[in-house]
């Protein structure tokens, strides 16, 4: 029997071998319940650092493995470590080369445009233009772009991306999501946490990452993380009277094939003597994120990315709303200028939202007023105040320094920043704390572009042009636009009053029109709203209507009756409904105030209080704004958010149609 089990233990050595050789422990192993371990027998008089210190492990790896060590070493005991926790380990943390092509792939969305774009990915229009010739005449949605890599290495064809030893995070790269990706797998394959990708890109909800949409990434950002690893450890049992491999391995939830695997010394148990029986704990375990699999990266996060996103981007889901309101009231001034008053009044349109709705709110709503005082280094010494880091929400001036300030300090103390006046300011594109609540001008004529495309389809577009009053942004846009899509076109030189005749001259028999004036000036719809209105009831034979501009909504009191007669579209980002509901939130104002609202377009009053309304209905039950924020109807302006890039901010999108067709008025959205 000695002689046989000598016999079987050489087999099992000369097996071994070629293992022993590879062993990063260079220790022998053997196959435990389909998991390779090293093992080493314990000589006299070890000690357990000893041990520690002759195999290059810690004590606590010893103890980890082989819990019964803790209590001391025998003679002859096996301790086992398995092969994956040890094999291929190194200190430094790998750095992954060659992960990022030179190009991404950018399917545009609806209300993008080139500026925006060039904006999103930090180049000029002309770099991107340059490697997208066809986009030369502005995007529309579903075009493909080309996005030029800054800085970035392509990876070698075929070949898998290498590995080589550093820590130096790498140039911020973008990467466009492939069928089948998931965050956990873009993780490795950039060699960055799960932080790190939810950080650059708040867009990434932990239910949004959604294929073709591109990402921004920083390679070799990687991090520890505390995992839930079923480790394998090997407690000593000592066999009593009746036990068998099968009973054992019974009690302890094992197969007897392990048990047994685990002691190949002993084929039958014997009363008094010792066995090793290897069990299954699950133990957190920290460690770097770049050692973590993607299985175990998505088991880790599969059930926290909530809380992993509130915490990256600073977002308390507690009871307490603290918003802070810097405008320029400019209240040293015993005759403040009309630009503070609108302030204030649109401050006390704000002030009657919460007297309307703030018993309804279950949160504490905090509001801390500052007047900046139309002085950038006051602006400056407030935004210095450690009581301003912990707001919430700042609602900013349209000034274009104070809110640059603004929106780079909301940034830097993830603070949500809202621009409620400037629609020329363009920091939503890059910053994820800004959001934009006037529709930005390219986004909005690119919704109105699409709705013309739409409604007038076999309608010849006329443009109204006084060169000298052209709207550069958005009449160009428009141009751009209906050359790209191939639209018929005319141009009637407005620069005098046009005379019907004139006008007549330009419209064929039975053909459909669309007029497009080159700016929303009053002088220029003065010089040819009459001729329109002539030609509407003179000529039968056509159809026609005029595209105005917002600024036509500031023009009804003179203008609304031939616009009627006319057919007329007005698109704006605002228009106040004369309704019950209005009326009363003007009384309401008076009542507080002892005054009426400004009598403004928009009504910053009433802008105040629909941004109020809009606030505190919003944030009542949620801990911030984001796309999935339900829209809100206010008197003047909608709300509905949209986030313009995975790693920009936000923008209001609705836009207000107005139709004027005879006696009706008819307002509707479009999106």
């Known amino acids: 029997m000695k002689s046989l089990r000598n016999r079987v233990m050489l087999a099992v050595l000369a097996l071994v071998v070629p293992l022993f050789c590879a062993a990063d422990l260079n220790l022998p192993v053997k196959v435990i319940g389909n998991e390779s371990f090293y093992y080493y027998k314990t000589g006299n008089n070890e000690s357990i650092q000893g ?5 290059g492990v810690t004590v606590e ?4 493995y082989n819990p019964s060590a803790k209590l001391g070493i025998a003679k002859k005991q096996l301790l086992f470590f398995p092969v994956s926790a040890f094999k291929g380990q190194t200190t430094s943390q790998p750095t992954v080369n060659h992960i990022a ?8 969305k609806k209300g993008e445009s080139l500026y925006g774009l060039a904006r999103s990915y930090n180049m000029s229009i002309d770099e991107l233009v340059a490697v997208n010739p066809q986009a030369n005449n502005g995007v529309k949605e579903g075009d493909v772009l080309t996005i030029p890599q800054k800085g970035s290495v392509p990876a070698p064809v075929n070949v898998t991306p290498t ?5 130096e995070p790498g140039e911020t790269v973008f ?20 932080e790190n990708l939810i950080a650059l890109n708040p867009g990434i909800y932990p239910d949004k990452f959604v294929e073709g949409d591109v990402i921004k990434v920083q390679p070799n950002t990687t991090g520890t993380i505390t995992i839930e690893k079923d480790v394998t450890k090997f407690y000593t049992y000592e066999v009593k009277d009746g036990d068998t491999y099968e009973s054992v391995a019974a009690a302890n939830g094992i197969s007897a094939t392990a048990l047994r695997q685990a002691n190949p010394d002993m084929k039958k148990l014997k009363k008094g003597k010792t066995i090793y029986v290897p069990r299954n704990d699950q133990e957190a375990t920290v460690i770097s994120s770049s050692a973590a699999t993607e299985k175990e990266l998505e088991q880790t996060y599969a059930n926290k990315l909530d809380d992993v996103y509130n915490t990256v981007h600073k977002i308390d889901n507690d009871n307490e709303l603290n918003i802070g309101i810097i405008l320029p009231f400019q209240l040293q001034k015993s005759n403040p200028p009309r630009q503070a008053m609108l302030y204030t009044d649109f401050y006390k349109g704000f002030l009657v939202a919460v007297d309307s709705i703030g018993s309804q709110v279950k949160k504490k709503v905090n509001i801390n007023v500052y007047d900046t005082q139309h002085n950038l280094n006051v602006t400056d010494s407030l935004l210095a105040l450690d009581e301003l880091k912990k707001l919430d929400i700042v609602l900013a001036p349209s000034e274009p320094k104070q809110l ?7 940034q830097a103390n993830g603070i949500t920043v809202i621009n409620c006046f400037s629609t020329r300011n363009d920091d939503y594109a890059e910053n994820p704390r800004v959001i934009q609540m006037n529709a930005p001008t390219q986004y909005m004529t690119t919704v109105v572009n699409d709705w013309v495309s739409n409604k007038f389809k076999d309608y010849t577009v006329v443009y109204l042009d006084e060169s000298s009053s052209e709207d550069k942004e958005i009449f160009t846009a428009i141009k751009d636009y209906m050359a790209k ?3 018929r076109t005319k141009t009637l030189s407005v620069s005098d009053k046009l005379e019907y005749t004139k006008l007549s001259q330009v419209m064929d028999p039975g053909m459909n029109y669309l007029f497009i004036p080159s700016s929303g000036r009053k002088d220029l719809l003065n010089n040819f709203i009459g001729a329109l209105a002539t030609a509407k009831s003179q000529r039968f034979d056509c159809e026609m209507a005029l595209l105005g501009y917002p600024e036509y909504v500031t023009y009804m009191n003179d203008f609304k009756s031939q616009l009627q007669t006319v057919d007329t579209y007005i698109f704006s980002r605002f228009y106040k409904e004369e309704s019950a509901r209005s009326r009363r939130v003007e009384q309401k104002f008076s009542a507080m105030f002892g005054d009426k609202m400004l009598s403004t377009t928009p009504s910053m009053g009433m802008l105040g209080f629909d941004m109020g309304m809009y606030l505190l209905r919003s944030l009542n039950d949620a801990p911030e704004l984001k796309e999935s924020t339900p829209e809100y109807h206010g008197i003047q302006t909608t709300f509905n958010l949209l986030r313009t890039s995975n790693w920009g901010g936000l923008i209001n999108k609705c836009v207000k149609l107005l139709h004027l067709n005879g006696s009706s008025f008819k307002e509707t959205l479009l999106r």
Do not use: D, M, P
């Open 175 to 194: 990467h466009t999501i492939k069928s089948g990706e998931t965050l956990y797998g873009v993780s490795k394959h950039y060699n960055t946490t799960i």
């Open 485 to 487: 899509t191939g639209k």
């Open 404 to 410: 640059e300030r603004i929106n780079r300090f909301g």
């Open 61 to 64: 790896q010893i103890v980890t």
């Open 101 to 108: 092509s030179e190009t991404v792939t950018h399917v545009v």
């Open 51 to 55: 041990i520690a210190q002759k195999l």
């Open 163 to 167: 590995i080589s030893v550093a820590s």
